[in-house]
């Protein structure tokens, strides 16, 4: 998959997660690879393989690739070559399911993944963001895309706002999280103030949380006098310290219980053989994780609150993202 020669993007804020509720589908990404590199090696294989045909969910042979009007984003489809260590683009959406209804996108977090860097990049949309639904025509809050039409009316406008194609898409029910950190065996973290939420109290300083405490530590905002930032500072410790777990992970006694979170939270388009790449040749090449946060301005418009992106910073993640994609790496 080549990508061509960008300009400067401006990226700040490295290893913060600054997107509202984005843990959950980093740590379902991150299990996935957990899993996987106990599962292909040796006896779990057919295990995860079931897994992985479970959670496959493939979009329409007929939807088109989204045309950059950027004439350095290539136009034509092109399948990422993955057992080469291609570059990649995924759109990872966390979703809040409800009873007779699709629900709503409650995180919509954008991931470049590329080895030849050793760099994960990642930004999260503001799900109030008002914007073109791109298969209604219409203006509205970016997370109502899901409602109306699913996994491929968020990607169609999520690749027009940011003016870029993605190669795939992650999607998670959040109902799995406390599972998954239950299974890693919790998270530690270093908590900045002492709070009380949802009645939990969280003292100051290194904590040992479980799968429900680490979901309620990420959750409050409103008596964090940084608001949404402490909240994703929060958030970012409890996903860094998953990562350090999931990548040390061997105990395939929880196995059945990871796998059993994944098919049950998990929808991807990434096949098996495309995961199993994934787990044996990317996880050693990424080493860093960068992060930035889509600014805007909060503004009412009739009635309703949306959050406003203008075009140049629209243009300055477009310009981040190209250039994450950049290089391309073959083996040999």
Avoid: C
Avoid at 124 to 143: C, Q, S, V
């Amino acid at each position: 998959m080549k990508r061509m020669k960008s300009g400067n993007g401006s990226i700040k804020s490295r290893g913060k997660g600054k997107g509202r509720r984005w843990l959950w589908i980093s740590l379902s990404v991150i299990v996935l690879l957990a899993v996987g590199s106990v599962g292909v090696a040796g006896y779990f294989y057919w295990s995860v393989k079931e897994t992985a045909s479970e959670i496959y969910q493939p979009l329409p042979s007929d939807r088109p690739r989204y045309v950059s009007s950027d004439k350095d984003v290539p136009a034509a489809a092109a399948p990422v070559e993955t057992e080469k260590l291609n570059p990649f683009s995924v759109l990872l959406l966390g979703v809040d399911e409800r009873q007779n209804d699709r629900g709503r996108s409650d995180t919509i977090m954008v991931m470049t993944v590329n080895p030849a860097s050793k760099k994960v990049f990642m930004f999260n949309i503001p799900r109030d963001t008002r914007t073109e639904l791109a298969l209604r025509g219409t203006e509205d809050k970016i997370n109502h895309a899901y409602a109306y039409n699913g996994i491929e009316g968020s990607l169609a406008t999520v690749e027009k706002f940011i003016d870029m194609p993605i190669d795939y898409y992650v999607e998670v029910n959040m109902e799995g999280f406390k599972l998954i950190v239950d299974t890693l065996d919790g998270v530690n973290v270093d908590n900045p103030f002492e709070f009380d939420y949802e009645g939990e109290t969280f003292p100051e300083g290194l904590q040992h949380l479980n799968g429900d405490q680490a979901l309620k530590f990420s959750r409050m905002r409103y008596d964090d006098p940084r608001g949404d930032f402490g909240r994703n500072d929060r958030q970012k410790q409890v996903v860094q310290d998953v990562i350090r777990r999931a990548t040390k992970w061997t105990n395939t006694s929880s196995l059945p219980s990871i796998l059993h979170a994944i098919g049950d939270h998990v929808r991807t388009n990434l096949a098996f053989g495309e995961l199993q790449d994934l787990v044996l040749k990317y996880r050693k090449n990424l080493n860093d994780i960068e992060s930035t946060f889509v600014q805007g301005q909060g503004t009412m418009i009739g009635g309703i609150y949306y959050y406003i992106v203008d075009q140049t910073e629209r243009d300055r993640i477009h310009e981040a993202m190209k250039q994450q994609l950049l290089t391309n790496f073959t083996e040999g």
